[in-house]
């Protein structure tokens, strides 16, 4: 294996289906990565005959082995203690030690979160991993931050936020000045909570394309490539964008197979909802980003299949390949300086 | 007009469309409701015409003059010191004398909200007041509160919201005990904020029918009759829906509009997909409940058509004739015995 090449560590024991799924992602994954390579972290017996049927990849993958696997109820806390020869564990030490530039899992999101804090540490002044997923709009996607990791912010926080998205939108997407957005209430009289507002002030100050407050509606809008918010409310607005999609494709499910007439209407337009189906395929935004890290964490969700999976090691590829920790601490270090030099309330304003 | 007969107070003159909606909403509505009344508010020269062409109705409605409108983007300081004379402020004072029995408008939001805390008052221990719209679910519908008139809440004012919600379902629907649900999130080691925990411990020993902690997919699924959150939340979880919903709707048509074939297709799907509309046309929902006030005022939203105005107008005569004020005040006075009696951390549980 070559030295300078990106490795990803993929945790292939995690999520519901394990190897059946890590390991065709990965593979699919070196197919369309010339110069990538993986180590497939996991039970050697059951990993390493996978791999044996594609001598092709030999060059570019290679098992590690784990005894233990992170049980997705486990508790975070006991996980960090007890599983330390975990999969899971294990492709996290890899990125510490430098032998892999991005680790991914499908498991337990509470474990992987905590794991990922101690094994790969925090970036300076951070002082939890926030989680980042991709979303689509009507434009394209948004990066939307904090998911959960985070439930009480202060404006600090959300300031964090605002840099490790815009950030990670650089890397992944190429974007000179990625548009940072707050997510806030359009109430009249009343704009926002104390904190958001005070976050507003910060972002004004933080030298990033801050585009000002924009209200729920405006994040699948599209008027902004990076939206910011609270672990609390973040996780809400992604919980009922959940529910209120299964709940439109199960009623549409439903109307067309109301009698003979709508199913046979549902036979000509089966090929329209198809497409329809494919823009917004949750499989393709698969990957969310634990950003404040020194290193590169992407989770995938716990039910992801082969496809959904390799989008996630595409992003922790993508991430590492476009230095997604370097340009987070560059701009902390930007941020602390002018923090240093012009005071918070001061009129500068990029 | 008779004197035990629930009359409405409408202004006519809010909303994007004035009397061209609103009266004909009123008129339809009395069509549905032999027993109602309303009187229309609004300028008389423009009110009076549109009823002379429905003596049939005379009886039922009458026109009350009013020399001002509050305008949709005025300030509701402003409009509460300026607009003495508006037909939103006239509607509420019918309301306050005792004349109508609810009030329904179009009309600013933060305008309606400030006026009717001053002209109606607050029942005693409620700050302000609460916004409660009605939302579909896969098995009916949901009451939501707050939807942001309140952002920086206490688990006081959660636990004040569950018990207006479950009243105002309790009189809508007629439900004997509502099941209150608390907004949350599911983060498998951090469960929600401080408030939202203390909230959670406050609503177990409320008497309320509390079902425990929901997230978002929760609320369309059906969890609950009520969905208890703070107005920040509350508000983005709407908006974001409402997003959601529009991109949704925009893509499926830009599908079937691709070409020749899919435009067949969406000629064969044309009856499925209106029906599937129906199904969660927004107009069927409208009318919020201004939930704390010692009177009904219900909020339309600004853009509701005849249609939809009427179901606003139906909401208000609804809670007023099964006497949602009498029941939340009957239920704040049981609950401060309650608190009287068992302390909050009691183990008591109903």
Redesign the interface.
């Known amino acids: 294996m070559s030295s300078d090449a990106i490795s990803i560590a993929i945790d292939c024991m995690g999520g519901d289906f394990g190897p059946s799924v890590t390991v065709p992602a990965a593979l699919a994954f070196l197919r369309a990565h010339d110069a990538a390579q993986v180590v497939l972290v996991g039970q050697s017996d059951l990993l390493a005959p996978l791999l044996a049927r594609h001598p092709d990849l030999a060059q570019r993958a290679r098992v590690l082995h784990a005894d233990e696997v992170v049980a997705m109820d486990e508790?975070?806390?006991l996980a960090l203690k007890n599983r330390k020869k975990s999969s899971m564990r294990l492709a996290l030490n890899l990125v510490k030690e430098g032998a892999a530039q991005a680790s991914v899992s499908a498991g337990?999101?509470?474990?992987l979160?905590?794991m990922s804090r101690f094994v790969l540490k925090m970036l300076p002044e951070i002082d939890r991993p926030a989680l980042c997923p991709v979303m689509?709009?009507?434009n394209g996607h948004v990066y939307m931050l904090d998911l959960?990791?985070n439930?009480?912010c202060t404006a600090e926080h959300l300031l964090q936020f605002g840099i490790m998205g815009a950030m990670l939108a650089a890397a992944l997407d190429h974007k000179a000045a990625p548009s940072v957005g707050l997510?806030n209430?359009?109430?009249?009289?009343?704009k926002?909570?104390?904190v958001?507002k005070q976050a507003g002030e910060l972002l004004k100050n933080s030298g990033l394309n801050f585009i000002g407050n924009i209200?729920?509606?405006?994040?699948?809008?599209g008027e902004a490539d990076v939206v910011v918010?609270d672990?609390?409310?973040g996780?809400?607005?992604?919980?009922?964008?959940?529910?209120?999609?299964?709940?439109?494709a199960?009623?549409?499910k439903q109307?067309?197979s109301?009698n003979l007439?709508?199913r046979?209407?549902?036979l000509?337009?089966l090929?329209?909802?198809k497409?329809?189906k494919t823009?917004?395929d949750h499989r393709r935004y698969n990957g969310a980003s634990l950003l404040g890290l020194r290193g590169v964490s992407i989770k995938s969700h716990g039910s992801a299949d082969a496809f959904a999976f390799e989008q996630a090691i595409v992003r922790a590829y993508e991430a590492a390949n476009n230095h997604v920790v370097e340009r987070i601490s560059a701009c902390l270090a930007n941020l602390r300086q002018r923090q240093g030099i012009t005071p918070a309330t001061g009129g500068e304003n990029a």
């Open positions: 508790s975070p806390t337990n999101t509470g474990a979160m905590a689509p709009t009507m959960g990791a439930v009480d997510l209430i359009g109430s009249e009289d009343i926002g909570n104390e958001v209200e729920g509606d405006g994040i699948y809008k918010c672990g609390f409310v996780n809400v607005a992604l919980k009922v964008s959940e529910g209120l999609a299964q709940m439109l199960q009623s549409l109307e067309f109301r007439l709508t046979l209407a549902a000509a337009a090929p329209v909802l497409h329809f823009r917004f």
